[in-house]
């Protein structure tokens, strides 16, 4: 079992920045994905970055080049740097570490994409922070 704690979400205007953590309870060992997901109003869960148990990172297109997934040396924590910030981007966000048993996690490790409109199986999921971004 691993406890994932997401913090770092907040209300900012367009063109803001902010930095989400996701702390887990223990090392993350093994072959892999943690990945961040929002949800919007109304709208499905998304992947939106991923990073393997290789540090191999893979980004959504709406969040490429403004995001920047990383964890750290232990890998007990995930980081989401988000800059530029526009109202789209407002949404509950969540960490997940995904494991590679299933289709998910290897399509990040073997395509290189998030692969759109797939829930991952095998999964373990932070609580949400919300990010809320004014125009």
């Known amino acids: 079992q691993v406890q994932l704690v997401e913090s770092g979400g907040g209300s900012v205007q367009s063109g803001g920045s902010l930095n989400l953590s996701c702390i887990a309870s223990?090392?993350?060992?093994?072959?892999?994905?943690m990945a961040w997901f929002r949800q919007a109003a109304g709208k499905e869960r998304e992947g939106i970055a991923a990073?393997?148990?290789?540090?191999?990172?893979v980004y959504a297109d709406s969040v490429k080049g403004r995001f920047i997934i990383s964890q750290n040396a232990i890998k007990n924590t995930l980081y989401l740097q988000m800059k530029s910030l526009k109202p789209e981007d407002t949404a509950t966000y969540y960490c997940?570490?995904?494991?590679?048993?299933?289709?998910?996690?290897?399509?990040?490790?073997?395509?290189?994409?998030?692969?759109?409109?797939?829930?991952?199986?095998?999964?373990?999921w932070g609580q949400g922070t919300q990010v809320t971004v004014s125009s």
């Open positions: 990073i393997d148990s290789d540090i191999f990172t």
């Open positions: 223990r090392e993350i060992t093994g072959s892999h994905c």
């Open positions: 997940a570490v995904v494991s590679h048993r299933g289709a998910w996690c290897d399509t990040v490790q073997v395509a290189g994409v998030i692969p759109p409109g797939l829930s991952p199986e095998y999964t373990y």
